[in-house]
């Protein structure tokens, strides 16, 4: 059982940054893969970034292309923490911005059903 969360939300301006964190407690975060998903209201959750630890200093990283050279996902194995580093924010990006974590057969997936265990989410308001 892998328990998570997040933390770092907050309002932002347009052009801005903000930096979130998930925590997670329980056993070998090393090894799942750790994902940020995220839900604007009247839409349905979508897939933000991935990150997945392959040993040694290898990580798989992957971003949804509205977000890539935007959003850095990183992770630290030893604090069991996983982050997304939010620049350049825009109207678009806010959202309640959730971690998952799973045990994925694949270097990466967008899938949010490949994701076993979930965080109660943060809130990300960008305004214009």
């Known amino acids: 059982q892998v328990q998570l969360v997040e933390s770092g939300g907050g309002l932002v301006q347009a052009g801005g940054s903000l930096r979130l964190s998930c925590a997670a407690s329980?056993?070998?975060?090393?090894?799942?893969?750790m994902g940020w998903f995220r839900q604007a209201p009247g839409k349905e959750r979508e897939f933000v970034a991935t990150?997945?630890?392959?040993?040694?200093?290898?990580?798989?990283?992957y971003y949804a292309d509205s977000v890539k050279g935007r959003f850095t996902i990183s992770r630290d194995n030893a604090k069991n923490t996983v982050y997304l580093q939010m620049n350049s924010l825009k109207a678009e990006d806010t959202a309640v911005y959730y971690c998952a974590a799973g045990t994925l057969r694949t270097r990466y997936s967008e899938d949010d059903d490949d994701y076993d265990y979930w965080g109660q989410g943060t809130q990300v308001t960008v305004s214009s």
């Open positions: 990150t997945r630890w392959s040993g040694g200093s290898v990580y798989y990283v």
């Open positions: 329980g056993r070998s975060f090393s090894s799942y893969a």
